[in-house]
């Protein structure tokens, strides 16, 4: 199996909806042309959803229009058939269609029942190849009205969305509710299972498993992550989903593994310390405080 790491940054979507400041269209732009230009391939720059359940997308078409489009590829999520309209119509090269495998978490997420929300999956392949679709499993290790779950929840799910078409697909842990062990477990069945499907991961530091998490799935084959500058973001209908995994501090951890893996460390601290002042407040990155490893300092 190749080694290298895939990273999609989320900074622009998942990153930035949780912010409850107007954050300006020509600084998010910003932020995300400086990660492009930091080597990151692949982008979820907004999404397309109502203005009114999230204040902070209202501005998605002018993002995406603002976008350095060179050696990379930009994503975003759209909830239903009208965001995946417009999606295409701003050029994106792939939607991000999220449903939970929680019937609680989906109802209070998207007020859907999860059998409607794979029903609104097929209505978008009618617009679209199905290859430019990645669906996002979300709560796909635990639900906090839920609780825990086992992987066969989550094999469900993916064989019913698999026999309708869909090859590509987001593992998401949308409350950092996962273990390493529970990781190693999930990831291996499941790539097992469905060798012919691509999947990513996408994970949230809330109880500071993240980057353990991390590493547990790649030693079990995982070789696509979703993470955020600064660790900054959440889900505005999960209770308790702090930030997502640290950028940084995830190319960081592979770097020094000796990992290939895309993505100008130093640039993308730069970024992150000036969008920490942007935003006015600490964030929860490790790596924009600390510097690398291998950085010295004077006695």
């Given at each position: 199996m190749d080694e290298r790491v895939i990273m999609t940054d989320v900074t622009g979507r998942d990153?930035?909806?949780m912010e409850k400041d107007w954050i300006a269209t020509e600084d998010k732009i910003n932020i995300i042309n400086q990660i492009i230009a930091s080597g990151i391939p692949r982008i979820e720059a907004t999404s397309?959803?109502?203005p009114?359940?999230?204040p902070q997308m209202r501005d998605a078409r002018e993002v995406i229009d603002g976008i350095q489009r060179e050696n990379v590829e930009v994503i975003a999520l759209v909830p239903n058939v009208k965001g995946a309209e417009l999606a295409l119509e701003a050029g994106v090269d792939e939607v991000n269609y999220v449903l939970s495998i929680s019937e609680t978490h989906n109802q209070k997420n998207v007020?859907?029942?999860v059998g409607e929300s794979i029903e609104g999956v097929k209505d978008i392949q009618k617009l679209m190849d199905s290859s430019k679709i990645t669906v996002s499993l979300a709560t796909a290790f635990g639900c906090p009205f839920e609780g825990l779950y086992e992987v066969d929840k989550i094999l469900g799910n993916i064989e019913t969305l698999t026999a309708a078409g869909i090859s590509r697909f987001t593992i998401a842990d949308t409350t950092g509710m996962a273990n390493p062990v529970?990781?190693?477990e999930f990831i291996s069945t499941i790539m097992e299972?469905?060798?012919d499907n691509y999947f990513g991961l996408h994970l949230h530091n809330t109880r500071g498993m993240g980057l353990?998490?991390?590493y547990a799935a790649y030693q079990a084959g995982m070789r696509h992550f979703d993470a955020a500058l600064g660790g900054i973001g959440g889900c505005p209908f999960a209770p308790g989903a702090s930030g997502n995994v640290c950028l940084e501090d995830v190319i960081h951890m592979f770097e020094f593994?000796?990992?290939?893996v895309d993505g100008n460390l130093p640039g993308l601290i730069e970024t992150a310390l000036g969008m920490e002042k942007l935003l006015g407040r600490t964030l929860p990155g490790q790596v924009m405080k600390s510097g690398q490893a291998d950085k010295t300092h004077i006695a």
């Open positions: 990153g930035f909806q397309f959803v109502s009114k359940a999230v007020r859907k029942t529970q990781m190693t299972r469905y060798p353990a998490n991390i593994m000796g990992v290939p």
